[in-house]
Nanobody, 125 residues
Framework: QVQLVESGGGSVQAGGSLRLSCAAS????????MGWVRQAPGKEREGVAA???????KYGDSVKGRVTISKDNAKNKLYLQIDSLKPEDTAMYHC???????????????????WGQGTQVTVSS
């Protein structure tokens, strides 16, 4: 059974940085599309970043230039570095995974088959 466990969230002041991690297990991590999706209270889920099996990346417009997604296939870990945090970045951040191949232009948050429980990021002004 696919397991995704996020960590690294917390409360930070605007302008700060966080590095989120996602520990993956029970599947061939290197073959999966991986992503970070966030959801703030009362708002729809928003795709933050994605990385495919070849290491190609995609970023959401609201975070482009401030976040970097990366993965370590040897450790089965996914990361999200977020810099220059803003109060509007406050949300629950979920790690997501899917074994299928999809072109980024067709990727939507609902595409992912597997989800972690999330790690909370709170940014104060």
């Amino acid at each position: 059974q696919v397991q995704l466990v996020e960590s690294g969230g917390g409360s930070v002041q605007a302008g700060g940085s966080l590095r989120l991690s996602c520990a993956a297990s029970e599947f061939t991590f290197s073959n999966y599309l991986m992503g970070w999706v966030r959801q703030a209270p009362g708002k729809e889920r928003e795709g933050v970043a994605a990385i495919d099996r070849d290491g190609n990346t995609k970023y959401g417009d609201s975070v482009k230039g401030r976040v970097t997604i990366s993965k370590d296939n040897a450790k089965n870990k996914l990361y999200l570095q977020i810099d220059s945090l803003k109060p509007e970045d406050t949300a629950m951040y979920h790690c997501a995974a899917d074994p299928r191949v999809v072109q980024f232009r067709f990727l939507r948050t609902a595409f992912y088959r597997y989800w972690g429980q999330g790690t909370q990021v709170t940014v104060s002004s």
